[in-house]
């Protein structure tokens, strides 16, 4: 679409995130244009709106924020903020009737989920969660490939996400800001991968949970998890997440009459992908290449055309409360050392 039929944004915290990845994924959306900045932090809000041709009056701070409903340029706001601070925002944005997108985690919990969308809900907008593996196309084709039935019933997922944090990232260890550690920030896309592979809700899951003694890092969340979700046809995900392991992103089906292996599944980029198939006696096993996309552009693009085309997105905010309580009964089963059912 030529820039003035574009989707405009605006980008809500300028942190890592924004800057490194969804600002320069802009310059590769077909449907979108970043339009508006929010910002605590007014000398680098001006510097980074100069770089992307945005106008010093589409700069907001906090508490300015809600003027932003009068700006007909700004259809989409995109909450990039620490995770205790979604709730505020989207609740915010939904009243400026503007449609919203939150990074995930989309809450510190479910009752904060629940509010967000029942906000949304109220002022007529969209809300979609950015949760970029359901947008990245070797995880499409694995959750087709699965679902399709063609290599039989999955028997078994392994999913992991782990990476070694730095002491700087400070929102991260609070539990007021990040609501969890490992679980709610990286571990979540071992669960919702596994949901969205299966295409089911599990049943029944069971956590263990492990903290460096005397790290004060974790002395309000967690650094790693390990559990095990159980589905109603009988697939089991088996994963993984820490943030004291070394990177480690991959995602592993096992099915009746194959396997699929993405390693680097939930990485920004180098995804690799190898399925093996059952062929008469032989095995085959099959390396996919697909082009080459930046999945941010793509999950951006997609809440442009669910504005446009008046769609539900993939994921909207319903998915987000599932994940919030599932989150909650992994935690109850650690703390329990027992299984929890759903
Ligand atoms: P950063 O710490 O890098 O940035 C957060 C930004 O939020 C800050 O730069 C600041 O922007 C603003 N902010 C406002 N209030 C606070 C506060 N009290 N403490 C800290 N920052 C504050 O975080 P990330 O960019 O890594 O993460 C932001 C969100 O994006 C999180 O929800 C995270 O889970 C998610 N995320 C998602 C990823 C994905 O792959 N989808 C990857 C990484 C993060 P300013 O100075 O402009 O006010």
């Known amino acids: 679409l030529p820039p003035d039929q574009r989707v405009g944004f605006a980008i809500v915290g300028l942190g890592r995130l924004s800057l490194e990845q969804l600002l320069p994924a802009f310059a ?4 979108a244009r970043p339009v508006a900045l929010v910002s605590g932090s007014p000398e680098k809000a001006r510097l980074v709106a100069a770089q992307y041709g945005i106008p010093d009056q589409a700069v907001y701070d906090y508490a300015g924020f809600d003027r932003i409903a009068e700006d007909p340029r700004v259809q989409v706001v995109y909450v990039v903020l620490p995770n205790g601070l979604h709730r505020e925002f989207v609740m915010r944005a939904a009243k400026a009737g503007k449609h919203v997108m939150c990074e995930k985690p989309m809450a510190n919990n479910s009752a904060e989920a629940r509010d967000m969308v029942a906000a949304c809900d109220q002022a007529g907008v969209k809300l979609m969660v950015a949760y970029r593996c359901q947008y990245e196309p070797y995880n499409r084709e694995t959750i087709q490939r699965v679902r399709s039935g063609d290599m039989g019933a999955a028997r078994f997922i392994e999913a992991t996400n782990t990476q070694v944090m730095g002491p700087g990232d400070q929102w991260r260890f609070s539990k007021a800001l ?6 709610p920030d990286i571990g979540l896309y071992c669960l919702n991968t596994a949901r969205a592979i299966t295409g089911e ?3 029944e899951v069971f956590a263990r949970i492990f903290n460096p003694e005397g790290d004060p890092r974790y002395r309000e969340v967690e650094e790693s998890v390990s559990f095990m979700l159980r589905f109603p046809s009988g697939t089991i ?3 993984t997440t820490s943030y004291g392991a070394h990177e480690s992103k991959d995602l592993r089906v096992r099915l009746e009459k194959g396997w699929i292996d993405l390693e680097n599944a939930f990485a920004y980029e180098g995804q690799q992908m190898q399925v093996a198939h059952r062929g008469g006696k032989a095995e085959i096993v099959e390396r996919v290449r697909l082009p080459q996309q930046n999945q941010f552009a793509l999950e951006i693009d997609h809440m442009a055309s ?8 993939r994921t909207p905010g319903q998915e987000g409360v599932q994940d919030h309580v599932l989150m909650e009964a992994l935690y109850e089963s650690a703390r329990t050392m027992a299984p929890v059912s759903l």
């Open 28 to 31: 590769e959306c077909k449907r």
């Open 306 to 313: 669910c504005v446009k085309e008046n769609r539900m997105p």
């Open 237 to 239: 995900a088996n994963c």
């Open 178 to 183: 990040a609501g969890g550690g490992a679980l």
């Open 201 to 203: 809700e599990p049943i």
